[in-house]
């Protein structure tokens, strides 16, 4: 069977793919004709629900996303959904040697402009050319998978859209790259980058160009006083002294106590932990301090709350003024103004990983006035 995937399908395969922690395959090759060989046609029996983290057969309700090269070799089962690619860039297409091929990292991201909002776009680039893979079946609220290796870099999504050329949604997907950045390590990092990055017409803060996880090195005479050899700031504001950290709950794992207490585990270990990760916390901020860098810790309330990353970004932005003279004037005037941050508190809630996420991105796509009618947006990608 060789069965060419494409969008939301191939999408599924290749954070089923990268969870595994094996590295994608380097050979790029064309796109093949979709062949259920040895068997004579296509049946939902041979669909490998396990590799595409399916809890059931596509149906006609539900299809699997495919694509041929030729319209006289596309699939006709009525479970598939089945789109023909004509002339593409040369090696555009991966086999993941299970029987599947799926569009290449850079190809995939175009696929995906319509099927996602410009922002949760942005935020799979994030997903594409960093070190963490989102839940297959549930990517909104599901597991992520840390630690993996990219697939791809920003640069070479960029340079894939130059070789596709100006045609079938590359403006958009440039202008959505424009906000991604190489190597985040998590979701809610990516998240907090990409409002830093987004212009105020687009709801963001638009505090200019940052650097995802620069690791930087302490002085020799500290690392001997029993200091870190070097620390990585999660963000950092590329022309300042000033960044951002995302502490998420591990950080003060105050869930782990509880837990403890009502399974009967070693609570004193676990409080010993949660100790230590807290004082290492502190230790990594005031040691980022003595190489220079103000780095602000940002943590899921503030992502939750009304008005929280307002207070951050704001908090980030008077630091900046205080350490390196750019004016807060603009940011003070983004939080002040209820035209900017009302709509922008919608956009940062229609992107977290919680229920009401769905319906306040569902609010945010119909008001959207690049929405094309007839398509079905995904609010779970």
């Known amino acids: 069977m060789l069965l060419p995937l494409d969008g939301p399908s191939a999408l599924r395969a290749l954070r089923v793919y990268r969870r595994t922690g094996r590295a994608l395959p380097r050979a790029r090759i064309d796109l093949p004709e979709p062949d259920?060989?040895?068997?004579?046609?296509?049946?939902?029996?041979?669909?490998?629900?396990?590799?595409?983290?399916?809890?059931?057969?596509?149906?006609?309700?539900?299809?699997?996303h495919v694509v041929s090269p030729t319209a006289i070799g596309r699939p006709q089962a009525s479970f598939f959904k089945t789109r023909v690619l004509g002339v593409l860039p040369e090696g555009s297409f991966i086999d993941l040697q299970n029987g599947l091929v799926i569009p290449c990292p850079e190809l995939l991201f175009l696929r995906m402009?319509?099927?996602?909002?410009?922002?949760?776009?942005?935020?799979?680039?994030?997903?594409?050319?960093?070190?963490?893979?989102?839940?297959?079946?549930?990517?909104?609220l599901g597991t992520v998978v840390f630690?993996?290796?990219?697939?791809?870099?920003?640069?070479?999504?960029?340079?894939?859209?130059?070789?596709?050329?100006?045609?079938?949604?590359?403006?958009?997907?440039?202008?959505?790259?424009?906000?991604?950045?190489?190597?985040?390590?998590?979701?809610?990092?990516?998240?907090?980058?990409?409002?830093?990055?987004?212009?105020p017409n687009e709801q963001g803060y638009g505090l200019g160009q940052i650097?995802?996880?620069?690791?930087?090195?302490a002085s020799e005479d500290l690392v001997l006083l029993g200091a870190r050899a070097s620390r990585v700031p999660d963000i950092e504001i590329v022309g300042s002294h000033v960044g951002f950290n995302y502490d998420g709950s591990q950080h003060l794992n105050l869930e782990a106590i509880l837990e403890s207490a009502r399974t009967g585990d070693d609570a004193e270990k676990i409080m010993r932990e949660v100790r230590e990760k807290s004082r290492d916390d502190i230790l990594r901020n005031r040691e980022l301090m003595a190489m220079g860098?103000?780095?602000?810790?940002?943590?899921?309330?503030?992502?939750?709350?009304?008005?929280?990353?307002?207070?951050?970004?704001?908090?980030?932005?008077?630091?900046?003024e205080e350490i390196d003279g750019i004016s807060a004037s603009d940011i003070r005037y983004l939080v002040e103004t209820k035209w900017y941050s009302d709509p922008r508190q919608q956009l940062i809630w229609s992107l977290l990983p919680w229920r009401p996420g769905v319906s306040h991105a569902r609010k945010l796509l119909e008001a959207m006035p690049w929405?094309?009618?007839?398509?079905?947006?995904?609010?779970r990608w």
């Not at 929405?371 to 609010?379: E, F, T």
Request: net charge neutral; glycine share 6%.
């Open 36 to 64: 259920p060989s040895p068997q004579r046609r296509w049946t939902e029996r041979l669909v490998p629900l396990d590799l595409l983290a399916l809890p059931s057969a596509p149906s006609e309700e539900n299809p699997l």
């Open 211 to 217: 650097s995802l996880n620069v690791r930087h090195e």
């Open 371 to 379: 929405r094309k009618p007839g398509i079905r947006y995904s609010l």
């Open 147 to 199: 630690g993996v290796a990219p697939v791809t870099s920003i640069e070479g999504i960029r340079s894939y859209l130059d070789r596709y050329g100006r045609r079938n949604g590359t403006v958009l997907c440039a202008h959505n790259l424009a906000s991604a950045r190489d190597n985040a390590w998590s979701p809610m990092e990516a998240v907090i980058a990409l409002l830093a990055l987004l212009p």
């Open 113 to 140: 402009a319509a099927h996602l909002s410009p922002e949760a776009h942005a935020l799979l680039a994030y997903e594409l050319a960093g070190t963490y893979a989102r839940d297959p079946d549930d990517p909104r």
């Open 293 to 320: 860098r103000l780095i602000l810790p940002v943590t899921s309330a503030d992502l939750f709350a009304p008005g929280g990353l307002d207070a951050v970004m704001l908090e980030a932005a008077l630091a900046r």
